[in-house]
């Protein structure tokens, strides 16, 4: 008998829950179902699995809400633990995900909300060895991780000092004689075994120990792990040579003595322990972006209370406060100016290195850098609300989570090390029945190869590593990206859309053209001034622009659909369309040409008259962004092909279009034609990206295989979206692919390295190559090999931090 407690979304009334009620009580095998309207709460006992009631509930017309939450796992050292852990939490009805990351120490779950208490995952875990640490509000996973690292790093280093010296001690012993210190202190080979095994035991028991801790918690849950392989190799080695020491007799063969390897199980440790302090000093790498990001936040700031300037910590600031900021200081939160105009260095935030001017009105970010003028701010944000929590929070996830190119790992890794326990048996047994005298010493040694040079730990560190840092290198160029499978995709992709307003163009309109005098088109933006319109404030902001001082209007008249009458300095101004013109009788054919002209550009054109005469011609337009044509010239380059997206008429968009080269206009786009557009070019058997800013591109982004939200944009735009590009550069778009594709090949590289080191290794430990050309491997080699091994692929990773995209 179970009891399920699970919250049910969208229950309104009485009858709802009624409804929910005689559901559930008639499903087979559940004894009693009550609802809880007010807490929206179901309690349901039965035999009966908890999958099956929320599919039930489903399929009623009501939704089962569902939680993610982080956790730190304690106790990861291999890939194989990292699939025994997700194996575990899988199988606790209610869990429908849970993905595990062995370069961060994280778990990540997503349950069915109110379904699966802590301590049922913390269970779960427990019993295979592990421990699970919930997280309070204020502490940070990767700050816990990266404590954790530092300790393991100085515990790790510690073992590996003393270990060195004594292996030399070991090394040194079994060259005594060939060292020719046999004439200081003659030692027969039983007084070498002796004096190396009291070198060794050390090694084996305590330095060792940081091996077997972790491979005894496995035995006990019944499973194995790469520890598992190094403490049965080491012990395996070790045992044997102290029955050779002790009992030497049992070992003659044909009156030859045998071996003792102390020396092969005290290096095996400390090389294998040497490749673990390399990986530890080089994985403290990987997460450099998110330090980076975290210290970007002051811990304390300037409150102004009660006309006094208090500095209080960050923790106590609210949404509302005045701050004030002074020049080399930091922006401790989200706010916008009250008073003061700086310049802000904002690259931190948007990967763009030029400084911003900022005035009051404006918004400014937390963490961004106040490089001029003092200034007072209005507090808006604070806490895990600010952009740059959020920041931190999106690379975060990222980093925590896995690309469909990793589950072939994670499915290889989940049977590595019984395998390779399985593949060590079989070479002792063959060794031992088939191989050359000594049979035993050849068995044993090739067996031990084995068992040291297998490392699963390559396989779990080859992805998460590199999304590690590739997720970081983005953040560090204003490039946010949702996700590991975010990522892969990008790398795929063979379209790119472009919405056309805010993202390739400046998204306002502005002053382009003036057919007429100077003195004329002061009258223009004079009388134009008293419009509200869009145009009417852009030809106003353009002749501000240039200098010139605008003029009083001595009346005012707005001419709903055609423009505006005003007097200024006694003239009758009109500025507007043709059908203006016309009704007002004034003769614009001198005009006509220019103002088709413009026209056929993609403009807006207007007609401006003085005392009934024509005196000109204006243009206004959302102009191109500077960067726009490199950005879509750089993406045709890679091969990428470039569509434009808009609901502007067709002349007005192929105008913009051929500015920027753009082949494929789809012009006169609703709003919400524009998913059905995104879904017609996949139809076609594209990899398409959307790249929008605004609330009405949010169906098209989530819609598309890769949506990018410009930073400038909107936030349901960057929620939906897959990648967000602070800056709001379109260029940005190429820099996230390419960035993709070098990922994308790292994460290539550390898996082809990671199989085949194994791959070829593994048969060459187990000496398959010594009937042809008589060769073995010795397991000191092997122990190397297998440091190595997972240095390497941390190391390759890293290189994504040094790349130029």
Same mark, same amino acid.
């Given at each position: ?28 095998? !559940? ?212 029955? !050779? ?10 009156? &030859? ?10 290096? &095996? ?47 106590? !600031? ?265 009704? =007002? ?56 092909? !470039? ?102 090949? =790292? ?59």
């Amino acid at each position: 008998m179970k009891k399920w407690t699970l919250s049910i979304a969208g229950m309104k009334c009485a009858s709802c829950s009624s409804r929910v009620e005689k559901s559930l009580s008639a499903m087979e095998g !559940v004894n009693r179902a009550s609802i809880n309207l007010a807490m929206g709460m179901a309690t349901v006992e039965g035999d009966i699995p908890l999958e099956s009631i929320a599919r039930q509930v489903t399929e009623i017309g009501f939704k089962v809400p569902e939680m993610t939450e982080t956790y730190h796992l304690k106790g990861l050292s291999c890939a194989a633990c990292v699939a025994r852990c997700e194996g575990a939490f899988l199988a606790i009805d209610g869990v429908r995900e849970a993905q595990v990351n062995l370069a961060t120490q994280e778990a990540t779950i997503r349950f069915i909300a109110g379904a699966v208490p802590f301590e049922t995952l913390r269970g779960a875990v427990t019993e295979k060895g592990f421990d699970l640490i919930r997280l309070g509000a204020a502490e940070d996973p990767g700050a816990i991780a990266e404590q954790e690292r530092v300790e393991e790093y100085r515990d790790i280093r510690k073992r590996l000092t003393i270990g060195g010296l004594l292996s030399l001690g070991i090394a040194l012993l079994g060259h005594w004689s060939g060292l020719g210190l046999d004439g200081w202190i003659a030692l027969e080979k039983p007084e070498i075994f002796f004096w190396q095994w009291l070198l060794v035991s050390p090694i084996q028991f305590w330095v060792g120990w940081y091996f077997h801790k972790s491979a005894l918690v496995a035995a006990r849950s019944g499973s194995a792990n790469m520890h598992t392989l190094v403490t049965v190799g080491t012990f395996a080695a070790y045992c044997y040579s102290v029955m !050779v020491l002790l009992v030497p007799e049992m070992f003659v063969v044909e009156g &030859i003595s045998a071996e003792a390897y102390f020396d092969t199980s005290g290096s &095996i440790i400390v090389l294998i322990l040497l490749g673990r302090f390399l990986e530890a000093r080089a994985k403290g790498h990987t997460s450099q972006a998110i330090r980076k990001l975290i210290e970007l936040t002051p811990k304390m700031a300037r409150l102004i209370r009660d006309g006094e300037e208090v500095e209080v910590p960050l923790a106590e !600031v609210a949404p509302g406060d005045r701050l004030l900021v002074k020049p080399g200081e930091k922006v401790p939160v989200d706010g916008v100016i009250l008073r003061g105009t700086t310049t802000l260095d904002e690259s931190m935030i948007t990967g763009e290195s030029v400084p911003i001017d900022r005035t009051p009105g404006e918004d400014v970010v937390g963490g961004t850098l106040n490089k001029t003028g003092a200034f007072t701010l209005q507090v808006t944000k604070v806490g895990g609300d600010t952009v740059l929590a959020r920041i931190v929070s999106m690379v975060r996830n990222a980093q925590g989570s896995k690309p469909p190119i990793a589950r072939l790992a994670d499915q290889i890794a989940g049977i590595f090390v019984p395998v390779v326990l399985v593949l060590a048996s079989l070479t002792f047994l063959v060794w031992w029945i088939w191989g050359p005298e000594p049979t035993l010493t050849y068995a044993l040694l090739n067996a031990v190869s084995v068992l040291i040079i297998a490392c699963p730990c390559a396989l779990g560190l080859a992805t998460p590593t590199s999304i590690m840092v590739g997720t970081g290198k983005g953040a560090e160029n204003g490039i946010l990206i949702r996700g590991g499978e975010s990522l892969e995709m990008a790398h795929k992709l063979d379209m790119v859309v472009f919405d056309k307003t805010g993202t390739l163009t400046q998204g306002q309109p502005a002053l382009t053209d003036w057919l007429g005098t100077r003195e004329d088109l002061v009258l223009v933006a004079s009388a134009e001034r008293g419009s509200e319109h869009p145009i009417a404030q852009a030809v106003v902001a353009g002749v501000k622009e240039e200098g010139m001082a605008l003029r009083e209007a001595e009346s005012f008249e707005a001419v709903v659909g055609m423009g505006v009458k005003a007097q200024v300095d006694g003239k009758q101004i009109m500025v507007g369309t043709r059908r203006l013109m016309e009704e =007002n009788g004034v003769d614009f054919s001198a005009m006509l040409q220019p103002l088709e002209q413009y026209e056929a550009e993609g403009k807006t054109a207007m007609l401006a008259a003085c005392d009934g005469k024509i005196i000109g011609v204006i243009a206004v337009a959302d102009t191109v962004r500077p960067e726009s044509r490199e950005a879509v010239a750089t993406l045709q380059k890679m091969g990428i092909s !470039v569509a434009m997206l808009t609901g502007d008429n067709q002349k007005t968009a192929q105008a913009i279009a051929d500015q920027l080269g753009i082949d494929r206009v789809i012009a006169q786009v609703l709003p919400n034609q524009k998913e059905q557009t995104i879904e017609m070019f996949r139809q076609e058997g594209k990899v398409v990206a959307m790249v929008g800013d605004g609330i009405n591109d949010a169906p098209a982004l989530a819609r598309a295989d890769v949506g990018f939200a410009m930073g400038g944009g909107t936030d349901v735009a960057m929620e939906t979206a897959s990648i967000t590009l602070m800056s709001g550069d379109p260029r940005g778009v190429a820099r996230a692919i390419r960035l993709s594709r070098m990922t994308m090949r =790292n994460i290539r590289q550390n898996l082809f390295w990671a199989f085949a080191y194994n791959v070829i290794l593994i048969p060459l430990a187990a000496g398959v190559w010594f009937p042809w050309f008589g060769i073995l491997l010795s397991p000191i080699f092997a122990a190397g090999a297998m440091g190595l091994s997972s240095v390497t692929v941390v190391s390759n990773a890293l290189r994504l931090r040094t790349v130029s995209i």
